[in-house]
Nanobody, 124 residues
Framework: QVQLVESGGGLVQAGGSLRLSCVVS????????MGWFRQVPGKEREFVAT????????NYKDSVKGRFTISRDNAKNTVYLDMNSLKIEDTAVYYC?????????????????WGQGTQVTVSS
């Protein structure tokens, strides 16, 4: 059974930083493309960042480029999202997602497994 457990969310002031982590179990991690998505109430879940199985390829939502960095440590079965220069509009529940493919993907339907989500709140 594949499980994804996120951590690292919280309350931060605008301009601050947070690091989200997601530990994956039940699957060969290096064969797993990973992604981060986020969702606010009343809106659809949106893509934030994705990384390939060995970390060589990444892709980002335009509005987070230069501020967010996705990375992974395959020895720890963990994917990270470093978020800097946070803005109020980054407030959302952030979800970690795993594919059954090694490649990246920006579409949520291409992910088979999801974490429970972690709240990120950016205040003014």
């Amino acid at each position: 059974q594949v499980q994804l457990v996120e951590s690292g969310g919280g309350l931060v002031q605008a301009g601050g930083s947070l690091r989200l982590s997601c530990v994956v179990s039940g699957r060969t991690f290096s064969s797993t493309g990973m992604g981060w998505f986020r969702q606010v109430p009343g809106k659809e879940r949106e893509f934030v960042a994705t990384i390939s199985g060995f970390g060589s390829i990444t892709n980002y939502k335009d509005s987070v480029k230069g501020r967010f960095t996705i990375s992974r440590d395959n020895a720890k079965n963990t994917v990270y999202l470093d978020m800097n220069s946070l803005k109020i509009e980054d407030t959302a529940v952030y979800y970690c997602a795993a594919r059954v493919e090694v490649t990246i993907a920006t579409i949520s339907s291409l992910y088979s497994y999801w974490g429970q989500g972690t709240q990120v709140t950016v205040s003014s």
